[in-house]
């Protein structure tokens, strides 16, 4: 990264590189998003990064589109951020100038923002976690609705061994599933986690045979859409708050959340079929 870089020259580096780093492919309501440079490890280049956002977004803005699927192009999820672009940014920082606020603008527009989406767009994301899933990249499969790794799946803990703290949401997901002790001395360890071992701490929902993963995620999807559209999406939303809200604050966002369900017409079709069974 050179000494005058900033946000903007980022993108337009980004937006200059002609070679397709991530894959779209839809079926029906469902979309599959695969980070797609296996000699890298899907690490996490500016490019690469920059069209993720935007497949992710365009995906989390159809309409026609329910639930995407994440996952990497074998043999890795994602080896996390790019090494050559924290170096630059190393060197920028230390020489001075805005290197400092052009890595904070690209950390939170781009990670943070990739994360941010995951979590609070209406759309499921399912993290079909197909090989080792590191740094950021494992912070956007805790950011997802749902986890399914294959058999090959590993979760690399080791942001303590090149001197960074766990980033992009990872503390919050951490603590929260596993309480501060256990989180602390993951990071501690910093470790690999084995899907099975990873699946025993709840990191992961489920660990599936590395050949059925995504067979097995378009089936969890086809469970998400068996519900009614606007029972996931607030679902979601409430889920997404409740955790850090009072019992009072939760409930009272309930209340106002069932009437709106109360009127549609899969709640009043679901019930008409339960009276006439009954």
């Not at 690469?48 to 639930?67: G, K």
């Not at 599933?177 to 910093?190: D, N, P, S, T």
């Not at 995620?217 to 559209?229: D, G, I, K, Y």
């Not at 009043?268 to 079929?273: I, M, P």
Request: a negative charge; hydrophobic letters at 45%.
């Amino acid at each position: 990264m050179s000494k005058a870089i900033t946000y903007r020259d980022l993108i337009a580096e980004c937006e200059a590189d002609s070679r397709c780093y991530v894959d779209v492919t839809r079926e029906g309501e469902v979309a599959t998003v695969t980070m797609n440079n296996p000699s890298r490890l899907n690490a996490l280049t500016p490019a690469l990064c920059y069209q993720l956002h935007q497949a992710l977004r365009d995906t989390a803005a159809d309409p026609d589109l329910r639930v995407v699927i994440l996952t990497g192009s074998d043999p890795a999820f994602c080896a996390g951020g790019d090494l050559q672009l924290i170096l630059r940014g190393g060197e920028a920082i230390r020489a001075g100038g805005d290197g400092a606020v052009t890595l904070w603008r690209w950390i939170r527009y781009q990670f943070g923002g990739i994360a941010r989406l995951l979590s609070q767009s209406d759309t499921y994301f399912i993290a079909a976690i197909n090989g080792p899933a590191a740094g950021v990249g494992l912070s956007f499969s805790f950011a997802c609705d749902y986890q399914l790794a294959s058999t090959r799946a590993e979760l690399v803990l080791a942001f303590g061994k090149i001197g960074l703290v766990p980033e992009v949401g990872s503390n919050w997901h951490l603590t929260r599933r596993l309480g501060y002790h256990k989180a602390m001395a993951l990071f501690v360890a910093g470790g690999r986690l084995s899907a099975d071992d990873a699946h025993g701490l709840g990191l992961v929902n489920d660990v599936v045979a590395h050949e059925a993963l995504l067979a097995t995620a378009r089936q969890w999807a086809q469970r998400v859409l068996a519900l009614p559209e606007n029972v996931t999406a607030m679902t979601k939303a409430q889920m997404r708050k409740v955790a850090d809200m009072s019992w009072e604050q939760a409930i009272t966002m309930e209340e106002f959340a069932e009437p709106i369900c109360f009127s549609t017409d899969p709640h009043r079709a679901a019930v008409e079929a339960l009276l006439a069974r009954s």
